[in-house]
């Protein structure tokens, strides 16, 4: 059962991955994310070994931002660094489609939380809901989102590749109040991720910890990593937040 809270919230924000969606084998998600960068690049004109390229690809969205160019979103700008990097010419045309076949890639190992739609149906009844992820290819998850019948259930859809900040910074918190229209207090964030539970709570929004029972989130398999001698990010600290071990604990969580 999860902890009890005598806060009373208006609003219930959201994250996306690991919380309305379950993350499944990413490891293999990876390795196809990989291929479909790779078998997309190969037509153009890239030389390389997979092996190298994928050595090139490690931490791909940690690395700095490449400079804001031609309307692209942060990942497809991040994609065409890539190319260039290896001299291969991406054009503007190639690179979103490109895009969004390497996300569909990844896309193919995660699914939706089966309680998810109901959770946010019982919800929307009486609280105001919205969403903040950190996606660098904002268009895809409004896709992702329509395809599943999502969007209407949230008043407002923050993410940080749209919006130039991302979890941790409060400041992506700061903005779904905002077009909320609520304060602080009055909301409860719901993630999986230390990022999610130190940036709410830097934004003075409590933080509810989603922590399943089985495939718990790695933090060290949320970005891309192709050796396996890279350095672990520091694992989940369920005492950092009030926890819940399934979606629909929210709906008892004895505020609502």
Known sequence: ???????KPRGVFFDLYGTLFTLGDMRAAWADWLEAFYAGLVPLGLSVSRQAFGQC???????????????LTLFERRIR???????????????????????????RHVQL???????????RQT????????????????????????????????????????KPDPAIFR?????????????????DTQDDVQGARAAGITPVLIVRRQNPTDPALLDFRHRQDCVSEPPLN???????????DVLTLGCL
């Open 1 to 7: 059962m999860p902890s009890r809270t005598k806060i």
């Open 57 to 71: 690809c490690d931490g791909f969205f940690g690395k700095d931002e490449p400079p804001k160019c031609d309307g």
């Open 81 to 107: 660094s890539v190319a260039h990097g290896f001299g291969v010419p991406m054009p503007l045309g190639q690179v979103s489609a490109l895009a969004d076949g390497m996300a569909d890639a990844w896309q």
């Open 113 to 123: 939380d089966p309680q998810t739609p109901d959770t946010l149906s019982r919800l």
């Open 127 to 166: 609280k105001t809901l919205a969403l903040i992820s950190n996606y660098d290819h904002p268009p895809y998850v409004h896709r992702l989102l329509r395809e599943h019948k999502l969007d209407g259930f949230f008043h407002t859809i923050i993410i940080s590749g749209a919006v130039g900040c991302k």
């Open 175 to 191: 903005l779904a109040l905002q077009q909320t229209g609520l304060a602080p207090p009055q909301v409860i964030y719901v993630g």
């Open 238 to 248: 369920p005492t950092s937040a009030l926890t819940i071990t399934s979606l629909e």
